[in-house]
């Protein structure tokens, strides 16, 4: 093409194919969660509250109901329009603790007493005991700012594993994707250390982790009794643990507590070492009396036993063998709805945690007594 044909050729609009070509605008997806609910600190403190994190991979939720996370997905074009109308898929799948004793309902059901696990099941279709991060998407479409917006909720399969129980969601749209991996897990919570010889011992324990303080008060107490003097011939010196809180919380099968780390079994006390039982020959009331002052002592809330002791708060006949011993406020079922005719294995009301905001019902208040502090009567 001649100069004189090339400048007609422009300035009739003709040439565009000679042209360099514009190119088209790239999509991208981005996150951002909100998280609004209970949050722990590694050493074990907690307070109500929120966190919002850009680009987050991961959300850990305390499994308690009521506790979410806003995970929004956001389309934009490489020019900076919002993609609108855009079809997003949502798809949630196992991450970790995959096996069907922790995720399949009616294995679930079978790891509790045969009287509750119709119930078990019950709550489990009614949402209220998870299995699994349940979760809704306000649309499958982005709208006019280009956003899907996904509530996620907590759920109570956290488990005794190295790693947590967990979901991963991935939403797709074009060749694009975003993953979040959505964790259960009561955080901070310490194993209990075998230590007899310091007064403090474990036996028969699945879960074995606790709070950080109701440890360290039961170290001091079983340190305390250790250093008892004249104890009567054949009787421990030390305490043995027979019930705790697995490694990150949540639910415990068969127990229907022991899922906050403020919960422990203590073996009561008898002239001999192993299970001791409340009506055995061996068993020592007067000394398994100054064990549950000791614990009054450090501000139990509830002592379940079936010895009518000073300081038992509930006398029940299935527990002659361990003082159910809890630090929380109203120590009842996360994930049960309130009603009257229902009763758990301890003989407690269902009870629903969804509304309740005090740290009290999760973490122990435990009071910081030393060794010294202990006196121990063990009569004659």
Not at 305 to 318: I, P, Q
Not at 347 to 362: K, V
């Amino acid at each position: 093409m001649n100069r004189r044909n090339a400048l007609i050729c422009v300035a009739l609009g003709f040439c565009a194919h000679l042209s360099a070509k514009t190119p088209q605008p790239t999509l991208s997806i981005n996150t951002n969660l909100d998280y609004d609910g209970l949050i722990t600190t590694p050493n074990g403190k907690a307070y109500f509250g929120q966190q919002w994190l850009e680009n987050a991979s991961e959300v850990t939720l305390y499994p308690k109901n009521g506790n979410s996370a806003l995970w929004t997905l956001t389309l934009t074009y490489s020019d900076g329009r919002p993609a609108v109308g855009k079809s997003i898929t949502i798809n949630s799948t196992y991450n970790t603790l995959t096996t069907s004793s922790w995720r399949n309902k009616n294995t679930m059901a079978n790891r509790f007493p045969s009287g509750s696990r119709a119930t078990v099941i019950q709550r489990i279709d009614q949402g209220l005991f998870r299995l699994r991060a349940p979760y809704e998407a306000s649309s499958l479409v982005t709208d006019a700012n280009g956003q899907v917006k996904v509530t996620v909720n907590n759920f109570h399969s956290c488990g005794n594993e190295q790693q947590p129980g967990s979901d991963k969601l991935t939403a797709s749209t074009s060749n694009l994707q975003a993953q979040l991996i959505v964790k259960c897990a009561v955080t901070g919570l310490v194993n209990i250390p075998d230590r007899a010889s310091e007064g403090l011992t474990t036996a028969g324990l699945v879960g074995r982790h606790l709070h950080p303080d109701l440890l360290s008060a039961l170290q001091n107490l079983g340190q305390a009794w250790k250093n008892v003097q004249n104890k009567p011939v054949g009787m421990p010196n030390y305490l043995t643990i027979t019930g705790a809180t697995m490694r990150w919380g949540g639910i415990n099968p068969p127990h229907f507590t022991h899922k906050f780390g403020g919960t422990v079994d203590i073996r009561p006390i008898g002239t001999s070492s192993g299970p001791v039982s409340v009506g055995d020959a061996h068993y020592h009331r007067q000394a398994t009396q100054t064990i549950v002052d000791a614990l009054v002592q450090l501000g139990a809330t509830k002592i379940i036993f079936a010895d009518n002791l000073k300081g038992v708060t509930d006398v029940k006949s299935n527990h002659k063998n361990h003082l159910h011993v809890s630090f929380l406020t109203e120590p009842l079922e996360p994930w049960l709805a309130p009603n009257d005719n229902e009763l758990d294995s301890e003989g407690e009301a269902w009870h629903d945690y969804s509304n309740i905001y005090d740290t009290s019902y999760f973490v122990p208040q435990v009071k910081s007594l030393q060794v010294t502090d202990f006196h121990f009567e063990l009569g004659k």
